[in-house]
């Protein structure tokens, strides 16, 4: 970073973003001088936006680039890792907990030293391993890390193999772990593939992504309590979490792998690339999520138009993230008896290319609803000359010419799981290149089926 080399700089930050910007302050390890535009730009006259720029941002802006120091940075030391940070009941430990912000909400296991090795019996890694330091607030993501949050979560240690190889998958460049906290609000998904799903009793059929199977739903809990308390993103009377409304954390996904196999397709786990019978994890971000897709006949056509017409409704306004960045992953669970029947006549690629083929939006609109977000200066042309969309999206200068929402058809992502007598489906879109699908194999302890016998 220049500013560590003493180079003069600035941030410009909306004053909403101040609290998040303080705890990346901290993260980098570094004073940032800030000018500060007050409100929401995007909502402002013309007028008022350069009168703000003017008497209010520019001054910050001048500040920073002039040298003149920020405040210092608050220093407060963190209990060290593995210490014990309070003694007392029960009652005692969860108002502790919840006052230091280190709880949901919702009361917690205490991470007694017992419990957490109990956790660390499930891994042939030490403890003190670390997977990567991790933003917003620059902790690292240790092995001992990964147990305490587990402990607290509610799962149990057994489940100690899968919590590593998200928190694996999560650290990734690839995924941006840093956009957890970016205004949408969305959720990180778990996705459990292969033999272990029913090892560790995971619900793939009817209700499964409802809370109540433990595996499931702790699991669930477990990416959100992480994300709060070892990267730090955290809404009032925390900071680092900007979701502007949110949503509550997914429990858990795990495919109903016999079913897939039954109707002739592959598993997901297969599809993103791993062996038959692997132990598979993959993290997905979701920000938006269907009503139920239901659908009826005995024709693969007809179920996957339904697919269409409901997925174009729900997903085609985000979709203008997706044609800035070149990415968006939609991720469709397809019920079993559904998936039976479209797999008669029609493979994966087969419904992915339709879905590609018959989703489509009016390059207006999608200009439309890119300028109402926050991206004024959207332009097809721009981001085709810039190689981030094929040319397809610019064959015509016609506003009203139709452009594919999918932007390429192997992005579309088809797992199976759900009632098997019923004839629903449902569809979850990830949030363009932040928290794109990411994938671990689950790597076991030497001693894991000793481990499970108990």
């Not at 970073?1 to 570094?30: C, D, N, W, Y």
């Not at 397809?392 to 579309?412: A, C, F, G, H, W």
Request: proline residues 7%.
């Amino acid at each position: 970073m220049v500013e560590r080399l003493g180079i003069p700089t600035a941030s410009i930050i909306g004053s909403g973003f101040l609290k998040q910007a303080e705890v990346i302050t901290k993260g980098v390890g570094v004073p940032l001088a800030i000018g500060v535009y007050p409100g929401a730009p995007m909502v402002d006259s013309e007028a008022e936006l350069r009168r703000k720029v003017e008497e209010e941002l520019a001054p910050g802006i001048l500040r920073g680039l002039t040298g003149e120091a920020p405040p210092d940075l608050n220093t407060e030391v963190e209990p060290a890792a593995g210490s014990i940070v309070m003694s007392g009941t029960y009652d005692q430990v969860q108002e502790h907990f919840y006052k230091q912000l280190w709880t949901d909400g919702l009361p917690i296991v205490p991470p007694t030293r017992e419990r957490v090795d109990a956790f660390l019996k499930f891994t042939d890694r030490k403890e003190s391993d670390v997977i990567r330091v991790l933003p917003q607030e620059g902790r690292e993501g240790s092995i001992l890390s990964i147990a305490i949050t587990g402990v607290m979560s509610g799962c149990r240690p057994e489940y100690m193999p899968v919590l590593i190889s998200i928190i694996d998958a999560m650290s990734d460049q690839k995924y941006r772990i840093e956009d957890s906290g970016s205004t949408p609000g969305w959720e990180p998904v778990v996705i459990v593939n292969g033999p272990i799903v029913k090892e560790l009793d995971f619900n793939y059929g009817q209700g499964m992504m409802r809370v109540g199977r433990q595996a499931n739903t702790s699991i669930g809990r477990f990416v959100r309590m992480y994300l709060r308390n070892i990267c730090g993103f955290r809404v009032p009377p925390g900071a680092g979490d900007k979701c502007s409304i949110g949503q509550s954390f997914l429990v858990a996904m795990a495919e109903d792998e016999d079913s897939a196999r039954a109707v002739g397709w592959t598993s997901y786990g297969e599809d993103r690339g791993f062996k038959k019978g692997e132990n598979v994890v993959t993290v997905h971000s979701v920000v938006a999520i269907t009503s139920p897709m239901y659908s009826g006949g005995d024709d693969a056509k007809t179920h996957v138009q339904q697919w269409a017409e409901v997925i174009g409704g729900s997903f085609t306004y985000w979709a203008h993230t997706g044609f800035k960045t070149g990415l968006w992953s939609p991720l469709i669970i397809a019920g079993p008896s559904i998936a039976g029947v479209i797999a008669k006549e029609w493979t994966k690629d087969q419904v992915r290319q339709y879905l590609y083929d018959n989703i489509k939006v009016t390059a207006e609109r999608a200009t439309h609803y890119a300028r109402m977000t926050s991206t004024p200066t959207f332009s097809f042309e721009n981001l085709v000359r810039d190689e981030i969309l094929p040319p397809s999206y610019t064959e015509s200068k016609d506003p009203q010419r139709l452009v594919n929402v999918i932007i390429d058809p192997n992005m579309v992502e088809i797992l199976v799981a759900g009632d098997p007598g019923r004839n629903q489906s449902r569809a979850y879109m990830s949030n363009h290149v932040q928290g794109p699908p990411t994938s671990r194999k689950i790597e076991l302890p030497k001693n894991w089926t000793q481990l499970l016998k108990g």
